[in-house]
């Protein structure tokens, strides 16, 4: 069970995220777990399975892309607060890896949804979970717009 003001936090994040004037169901918000992670730890890494995704409730993390040349990447992104980061395993039916390597740049507090709780989430909840998938797929393609400027600013 989480703890009151865990519960506060993530009310507010589903608040945000799903526009709603009241609060989240508790079955929703109980089906998030909270972890605490210590600065320049991995959060997940490139190549192993995906079976969680994670809102930034505290802190920030790195987004990076191992290149064709061992042992070097490239820094994709830096999410804070309010961000989110593995949302892939929402478009890959729980049988996805990790394409990019997650660190921590401080010490971070993630609110975290495993593959079957949004699975279960979004099946009961149709409404709530329609307006969850499209703030996925929103930020999703800004995310790949803001890399497509990247790639031809390089050019």
Known sequence: MLS???QLNINLLLQNIFSLDTQAPDELI?????????????????????????????G????KKETEFKGKNVVLSILYSGNFLGEMIICG????HRTTTATTLEDT???VLSYNN?????????????KFCKHIMLEMTKRLMASNKRLTEVF
């Open 118 to 130: 949004a699975c279960n989430f979004i099946e009961k909840y149709p409404g709530l979970g329609f």
């Open 109 to 111: 507090c993630l609110a």
């Open 4 to 6: 009151l003001q865990n």
């Open 60 to 63: 920030a993390v790195e987004i």
């Open 93 to 96: 039916e729980g049988k996805t």
């Open 30 to 58: 109980n089906s998030f777990k909270i972890q605490h992670i210590a600065v320049n730890q991995p959060i997940f890494t490139e190549g192993e399975p995906a079976d969680f995704m994670a809102f930034i409730l505290k």
